[in-house]
């Protein structure tokens, strides 16, 4: 038997059954790392990138030490947004589906408190949410944390940087001291190992390897002087002609005046940051992952849940503060067996910052010129799909197949024009090919989904 294989490990059969019908035969190497100590009790530190399995690492510890039939709060994951919480709580419920009765709620803001409030008065086993909304419960009476015995920080370094170190430390004294606690990081930073050593105990610190490297993911280097940097990232732009670029800046501001003159030179962008309203950010997200918009200028912080595959290329406007976070923000192209291109742009006063960048390359010898000029009189690449908005969502009952049922029906557009679907609560996006957008528009305008017409229209900057 594989030490890798999940049945080398003592967990439940219902649960190692679900595995294998969810194809989940090896584990990653954070998971191999930790789960052992997680489902033995042990606190545990995990140090690894979006995208290397630690969802599954503590959720599979949260269900194997579950008792469903004592119907109260078990275990609380604390999340730095709504988007990460989200996709946590599907994922354990996707792993816990083989044991009856397990209930899992997220706790967010940016959503209706009471509704949350009235869940909570019907018990739960698993809560997911955001420091910010956990408080608000506790603070008001609706959530209790008596019964915990397994806290989980995920993203731990990003809700620190978001400014939740109080907020954190308020819920976590309203936990039973006798529990397990599994803090997981992308980076490590001295808030960190101060959090961890005032809420853990003895814990093993586990760190997954980079999954990328060299070979898959190729780095450029460009010293540019500073009034002409938004003309080098252009420059990049044109020679690279990437489908989908994220363009990591260092701070809000930067993230959308980079977007904004972008746009202005006729480029497909749009900015993330947190000074975004949720729908906004939830709409600019849905875009980017659907391929109806190439390029994503962020703040690490908004980027943080970021988990969109078939990222070409990731640009830094500026050499990022930590070697770490510079390859946590590389790491984002180059995934599931695809290259990826990685191109950082600094001036003489981050030089320092550069030499401090680990790799096989030495980045200040290797730097190279920018390209021609001239690739600034041609057009940049737009995007081929456009994005519908439908105003109905889960809470009209809309599934995923309804809008490609209502798209594809009789007279209608062909399957293969149809991008991805999202459903939120009250809306849902769609993403269509650009030369059948009209014929799509008219035929959810003119149609029905779940026997009610539903106002459709394309998403605009």
Request: with cysteine; hydrophobic share 40%.
């Amino acid at each position: 038997m594989s030490q890798t294989a999940f049945s080398s490990l003592s967990l439940h059969p219902e649960l190692l059954e679900n595995l294998k019908s969810l194809n989940y035969q090896e584990m990653t190497p954070i998971q191999a790392l930790s789960l052992p100590d997680i489902l033995a009790g042990k606190d545990v530190i995990g140090q690894g990138k979006t995208g290397s399995g630690k969802t599954a690492a503590f959720g599979l510890g949260i269900l194997n030490s579950l008792e469903v039939k004592r119907f109260r709060i078990q275990a609380l994951v604390m999340c730095p947004t709504r988007e990460l919480a989200d996709q946590v709580a599907k994922e354990i419920r996707s792993l816990g589906r083989a044991i009856h009765n397990i209930k899992v709620l997220t706790l967010c803001g940016g959503m209706p408190f009471g509704p949350q409030a009235g869940s909570l008065e019907h018990g739960a086993h698993i809560i997911i949410g955001t420091p910010g909304r956990i408080d608000d419960h506790l603070r008001r009476g609706t959530l209790a944390l008596d019964h915990v015995h397994t806290l989980v920080l995920d993203e731990a370094d990003r809700m620190l940087e978001m400014g939740f170190q109080d907020t954190i430390d308020a819920i976590i004294e309203k936990t039973p001291r006798q529990r397990q606690t599994l803090l997981f990081s992308a980076t490590f930073p001295k808030q960190i190992k101060r959090i961890a050593n005032a809420i853990m105990v003895d814990p093993v610190l586990v760190k997954a390897p980079a999954l990328h490297d060299n070979s898959v993911i190729t780095q450029h280097f460009y010293t540019i002087t500073e009034p002409y940097r938004l003309t080098a990232l252009r420059l990049i732009l044109q020679h690279f002609r990437p489908e989908s670029a994220v363009v990591f800046c260092n701070t809000k501001r930067e993230t959308q005046d980079v977007a904004d003159a972008l746009m202005q030179n006729g480029f497909s962008a749009l900015a993330l940051h947190g000074d975004l309203e949720q729908r906004d950010r939830d709409k600019t997200l849905v875009r980017f992952a659907n391929k109806s918009v190439s390029i994503l200028v962020a703040t690490d912080v908004a980027a943080r849940g970021l988990d969109i595959d078939g990222i070409d290329m990731v640009i830094n406007y500026h050499i990022a503060h930590d070697p770490e976070v510079h390859l946590h923000r590389i790491g984002r192209t180059g995934r599931a067996g695809s290259k990826g291109i990685a191109c950082s742009l600094y001036a003489e006063s981050e030089a320092h910052r550069v030499a401090l960048l680990d790799g096989d390359i030495d980045p200040i010898n290797d730097t190279e010129e920018l390209p021609p000029v001239s690739l600034l009189d041609q057009s940049p690449v737009q995007p081929v799909m456009s994005t519908i908005l439908i105003d109905g969502g889960k809470k009209q009952k809309i599934r995923p197949g309804d809008v490609l049922g209502a798209l594809t029906g009789e007279k209608g557009i062909a399957g293969n024009q149809v991008g991805k679907i999202h459903i939120f609560d009250n809306w849902a996006y769609v993403a269509v090919n650009n030369d059948a957008i009209r014929p799509a528009l008219r035929k959810l305008s003119a149609g029905k989904l779940k026997g009610r017409t539903f106002r459709a229209r394309q998403v605009r900057n």
